[in-house]
């Protein structure tokens, strides 16, 4: 937190960074208010390829407020970090969303939170994709989506007693936070971000948390809700 802080840490990382270093953004959705941005980090910035879901949120004079990267360590293959590691305070307040993505992202988490893959799919296009980043997972189409949370909701870090922490982007969409239950241990938060259709359906989610504190197995099981119950 901080200014001077940030500017310290970013010329620390520039300045020993090699020549073919680059950062850059995939996907960016949101407007000057508020937005999510998918991006990628070469290895020559920390030695591995990072590919982040960003929160960032503008002041009304386009200064930003708040910037907060979500990124799986195993799929970028980092160590866990220590407990200890993650802040206590994430300035979760520093919210400019407009109304649209709002509604949208407080109802689609209320649906997980509940467990109610009903409610979560009847939010959506019928062209839906679902991502899960840290779970190398993607599901296509209202119906296939839909058995998929039935299959998987309960075991999935913003499932029952995630609860939605801060929300931004625009009309188009953009993107939420969350947290995940008190009772699921050993998970924190993760970014969920959405696209948003001309009336309001979500079209496109994708997902980013820290599965690098999941115990193996457990990391397995998430993978494998994916695959449809065999045919009979």
């Known amino acids: 937190s901080g200014w001077q802080t940030i500017n310290t840490e970013f010329t620390s990382i520039f300045t020993s960074a090699p020549a073919d270093a680059i950062a850059y953004p995939l996907t960016?959705?949101?407007d000057t208010n508020s937005a999510t941005v998918e991006f990628v980090d070469s290895p020559g910035f920390f030695g591995q390829e990072i590919r982040a879901l960003s929160s960032v949120t503008f002041d009304h004079d386009r200064k930003i407020t708040r910037w907060v990267d979500y990124w799986d360590r195993r799929s970028s293959l980092f160590p866990s970090p220590d407990a200890g590691a993650y802040?206590?305070?994430?300035?979760?307040?520093?919210?400019?969303?407009?109304?649209?993505?709002?509604?949208?992202a407080t109802r689609l988490q209320s649906a997980f939170a509940a467990g109610d893959a009903a409610a979560a799919a009847a939010l959506m296009s019928v062209d839906v994709v679902h991502?899960?980043?840290?779970?190398?997972t993607r599901v296509r189409g209202q119906a296939q989506v839909q058995r998929y949370y039935t299959r998987a909701l309960r075991h999935l870090p913003y499932g029952p007693g995630?609860?939605?922490?801060?929300?931004e982007g625009s009309r188009q969409g953009g993107g939420y936070e969350w947290s995940t239950s008190p009772t699921a241990a050993p998970g924190r938060r993760g970014h969920t971000a959405i696209g948003l259709d001309a009336i309001g359906r979500i079209n496109r989610l994708i997902t980013v948390y820290d599965s690098s504190l999941l115990i193996y197995p457990a990391y397995l099981s998430l993978v494998g809700l994916a695959a449809e119950a065999p045919l009979s």
């Open 28 to 30: 960016i959705v949101g």
């Open 131 to 136: 991502e899960d980043m840290a779970a190398h």
């Open 87 to 104: 802040p206590a305070d994430f300035n979760d307040s520093e919210q400019n969303a407009d109304p649209a993505v709002v509604h949208a």
């Open 162 to 167: 995630a609860a939605l922490l801060h929300t």
